[in-house]
């Protein structure tokens, strides 16, 4: 049985289908992990969802950001952008069956393998939570998400504030802050403020921030943390870290990282793919 990590996959199903060809995957033996981004910017969002479902246990997914916001485009708390590509889903005869199930998905999975952690999320972790302080957050979220007041939060989810985690935060501004650390992050300064305008790669970090990776003392430092979302750092493999966007809907690849019998055994394996959207 072998585990497969794979980065954000945004709608782009025929790459999609021809990684898992290109692994043997097999639900029977195998499991995947996606790391957030199902859907959104490629052509095949609702094609992805259903394969991605119809592998039950098989397959886990994380909520990345555009998951999260075609559930508050569905749900009437958010507009649809010019560039999404969410018709295929709102407009699905199972659209309610493939929503519920998206609602249903984890913010954060961890796993210990050869005695080591690893902790998966679609963005990024503040640096003063803990593995178990990231799957406590997670959980928070996942709860009202799967309650019958996840609509009130969508409507509240968008937004940059507050910037810093802070364990006395409550209500909406408490998830929020959540939401953008797992599902949006790419820099934050060493108190943990986040930043969110820049988005290329590593070395353009604004003054005073740094990747979330980077910053000195971070609490998890002792798993590795795999994650997706930042296309423009690319593929990223060191001890305490695993990068996996690597720009399937810009045109790159779709990565998937196979996972032997410990951490440090990773394989990485691509597919090239067309390009569905101009970055920009």
Partial sequence: ????????????????????????????????????DLVNRGPGSATVLRRVQGYGASAHSLLGNHDLHLL??????????RRDTLA?????????????????QHLALHEEIGGSDLLM?????????????????AAEVESVLQGPAFGEFLHAMYGNEPAQWRDTLK????????????????????DGVMEFEAKDDAASAPPGFMPWFDVPGRRTATATVAFGHWSTLGW???????????????GGCLS???IGATLAEREHIEVRCAQSQKPG
């Fill in 1 to 36: 049985m072998a585990l497969y990590l794979i980065g954000d996959v945004q709608g782009c199903d025929e790459p999609l289908g021809r990684l898992l060809d290109k692994i043997d995957f097999s639900p029977s033996r195998d499991r995947i992990v996606l790391l957030g």
């Fill in 72 to 81: 508050a485009v569905a749900s009437g708390a958010h507009k649809a952008g």
């Fill in 88 to 104: 295929g889903v709102l407009e699905a005869p199972d659209r309610d069956a493939l929503l519920a199930w998206l609602r249903h």
């Fill in 121 to 137: 999320v679609h963005a990024g972790v503040l640096p003063q939570w803990s593995v178990g302080d990231v799957l406590a957050c």
């Fill in 171 to 190: 209500g909406d501004k408490r998830l929020r802050v959540i939401v953008n650390a797992l599902t949006r992050l790419r820099f934050c300064n060493a």
């Fill in 236 to 250: 990223l493999s060191r001890p305490d870290l695993l990068s996996t966007d690597t720009g399937c809907v810009w």
């Fill in 256 to 258: 998937a990282a196979r």
